[in-house]
């Protein structure tokens, strides 16, 4: 009988792995059939002319999207500019200072926001700031991928610092150090890695972001030279390419894809090698 019980617990055993193992698959196959199709409708049109040129005129072949790359870098920047600083004090503040019930309606609101759909964080930057402004402009488009960024970046940075043991403030407390520079230069800098890490994440959430763009950076198929002039990115130039009756047009979308998708991909890479030490460490 104990024969049978041990053989049916292996039974068992196999069944569940065997399982886990196609739940595990079917979740990686997405990505996999995603990538295959970028790559076979998208490679041939990656080439130097790709990276270097701008748009040609409408129905004419040929051109690139060297406009839409330098303008997602400096949509980027300028969402680093607005979203870092806010989202990792704030994060700062979370871990180290307020009240207990001050701070539990923060985490509320920057969780609930974590979830708004981006189209919504676009209708509300341009109520606010475009219609203002009377245009389109790299600002706007800057400002709300900074206000999406914020959110994350404050839970991540929150979580970070609590990880960080409390006897290493006691003890710089202890000597005597200042509790502000006791959490800039022992704890921030203990958690480091861990707030990079969110920053890393948070930018590559956003950077593949169309719906906010369109209310407030608008696109642009010549280089940008004043921030207040609309600016082109890559997710609009894909987004304005794949509706366009021309084929050309098509392929490039999907070379614009790819190399969005790429940079995604290098981005989270980043992050695995920073937080490469953490895995090493709990093996």
Not at 43 to 69: D, R, Y
Not at 159 to 165: D, H, M, Q, S, T
């Amino acid at each position: 009988m104990n024969t049978a019980y041990h053989r049916w617990r292996k039974l068992k055993n196999m069944l569940v792995q065997v399982l886990t193992c196609v739940c595990a698959l079917l979740v990686i196959l997405p990505l996999g059939l995603i990538f295959y199709h970028l790559v076979k409708s998208g490679l041939g049109s990656v080439n130097m002319a790709f990276f270097t040129q701008l748009p040609k005129p409408v129905g004419e072949a040929g051109g690139g999207m060297a406009n839409a790359i330098v303008g997602t870098g400096e949509l980027l920047g300028l969402a680093a500019l607005i979203g870092v600083p806010v989202g990792a004090l704030g994060g700062i503040f979370l871990s180290e200072y307020g009240a207990s019930r001050l701070n539990w309606w923060i985490r509320l609101g920057a969780d609930v926001l974590n979830g708004v759909p981006s189209i919504i964080w676009g209708m509300v930057v341009y109520a606010l700031v475009v219609m203002p402004m009377h245009g389109f402009s790299a600002w706007a488009g800057g400002i709300v991928l900074g206000m999406m960024m914020v959110p994350l970046i404050m839970r991540t940075t929150e979580e970070v610092l609590l990880l960080v043991p409390h006897g290493y403030r006691e003890a710089a407390l202890a000597l005597g150090i200042a509790q502000w520079r006791t959490i800039v230069q022992i704890v921030v800098r203990t958690a480091l890695k861990g707030i990079i890490t969110g920053i890393l994440l948070a930018l590559a959430r956003v950077a593949g972001e169309t719906a906010p763009l369109l209310f407030t950076a608008f696109g642009n198929r010549f280089w940008n030279h004043r921030l207040s002039d609309p600016i082109a990115a890559l997710p609009l130039q894909v987004f304005n390419y794949a509706i366009s009756p021309y084929e050309d047009w098509h392929r490039q979308a999907w070379a614009g894809a790819l190399v969005l998708l790429l940079f995604i991909a290098i981005i989270n890479a980043g992050v695995r090698i920073l937080t490469r030490d953490r895995f090493l460490q709990r093996t």
